[in-house]
């Protein structure tokens, strides 16, 4: 079935590193979101890119989606301990179902 | 605060047993989507319903059902508890039925089967 695989699990960093989770798609997307749920909390939506390689900013917030609209990442440059959290993808197909990815959690040492 | 309400907030019962979690979805919108997310796991979806009917269905068990009444709140009923169904389900709105918009979460509802 369709699936949403996404990359690494956790992810452990200093407290200014950098840190990029990665989805990928066995499928073709319409668009993708990333959602961010803070520990003990519930999942917030972050963005959604539509667009064959787009790319948007929010701040230390790099999103980008793939050429073939298959893949997409979440970079953050210079992670604060307010970046902890699951970071989740979501895509959609073009049905009515968003197909979340596993997630990847961030843990930041101060 | 999302405007997404569910209740109840936990939930403790006995394997066998059967529940109902409820969802109110944010003024104005019409899809409503149920996941569900067990320790340190991934969002499942379960089901979603627009508008009163039934749009997509996820990997929700037989034993699982839902529906979205006229004021378009939803309840999702569980039946036969199993210890394996303890776990934070989300209830989810978006103003129209189609993939690939906004979804607003609700604080979840921790159920916990003893």
């Known amino acids: 079935g369709q699936q949403v695989m996404q990359i690494p699990q956790y992810q452990h960093v200093q407290e200014g590193e950098d840190f990029t989770t990665y989805c990928n798609s066995s499928?073709?997307?319409?668009?993708i979101q990333w959602y961010k749920q803070r520990p003990g909390g519930h999942p917030v939506f972050l963005i959604q890119?539509?667009?064959?390689?787009e790319v948007k900013k929010q701040k230390r917030l790099t999103f980008q989606f793939g050429e073939a609209k298959k893949n997409s990442s979440l970079h953050i440059t210079a992670t604060q301990t307010t970046d902890v959290g699951t970071y989740f993808c979501?895509?959609?197909?073009?049905?009515?179902?968003?197909?979340f990815g596993a997630g990847t959690r961030l843990f930041v040492k101060a | 605060d999302s405007g997404v309400t569910q209740t109840p907030k936990h939930l403790i019962t006995a394997t066998g047993q059967r529940v109902t979690l409820r969802c109110s979805p944010r003024?104005?919108?019409?899809?409503v989507y149920w996941y569900q997310q067990s320790l340190d796991q991934g969002l499942q979806f379960l089901i979603q319903?627009?508008?009163?009917?039934?749009?997509a269905k996820g990997n929700i068990l037989e034993r699982f059902s839902a529906q979205q009444f006229p004021d378009l709140h939803s309840e999702l009923n569980l039946s036969s508890l199993e210890l394996g169904d303890s776990a934070l389900y989300f209830c989810?709105?978006?103003?129209?039925?189609?993939?690939?918009?906004?979804?607003?979460f609700g604080q979840g509802t921790r159920l916990t089967v003893v």
């Open positions: 989810a709105s978006s103003p129209s039925g189609g993939g690939g918009t906004e979804a607003f």
């Open positions: 499928t073709t997307l319409s668009n």
């Open positions: 890119l539509v667009k064959s390689g």
């Open positions: 979501a895509g959609d197909t073009g049905g009515f179902k968003t197909i």
């Open positions: 003024s104005g919108d019409l899809s």
């Open positions: 319903y627009y508008n009163g009917e039934e749009r």
